[in-house]
């Protein structure tokens, strides 16, 4: 089927993410699960997640799926160890902001950015 050039296609947007504790250290066969809520995602969408205490994250395009119009689902996304200043496992929490891009086929990408922390775990 092909589309219309001359009616607009709607525009994807990022409105969140669900709830998740992302861990300051990830070991061995580990990796941070998420869910990113939103509007007028398309399937072959892609995600490209990055923080500003440890930079890029790595989630390949075979372990993110559309599942709806309105979320994605990045299976396996993995980070460096978060600097705290603190030795691992005294607690704490150490906070961040997470930044979220989609690119969807065809559209220019959209971010936003998100406040999480991280713990021990």
Partial sequence: M???????????????????????TLQPGEAEHL??????FQPGAEVRL?????????????DVTVVSPSRIVV?????????????EGQGGTVPATLRVTVTCP??????NSFAIEYIDK
């Avoid at 092909?2 to 300051?24: S, W």
């Avoid at 299976?75 to 030795?87: I, M, N, S, T």
């Fill in 106 to 111: 065809n559209l220019a990408p959209v971010t």
């Fill in 50 to 62: 990055s923080d500003d205490r440890t930079g890029d994250w790595t989630a390949q395009p075979r």
């Fill in 2 to 24: 092909d589309l219309n050039p001359f009616i607009p296609r709607p525009r994807p947007t990022i409105d969140g993410l669900v709830r998740h504790e992302y861990r300051k």
């Fill in 75 to 87: 299976e396996r996304a993995l980070h460096g160890d978060v600097p705290d200043g603190k030795a």
């Fill in 35 to 40: 869910e990113i809520l939103g509007r007028a």
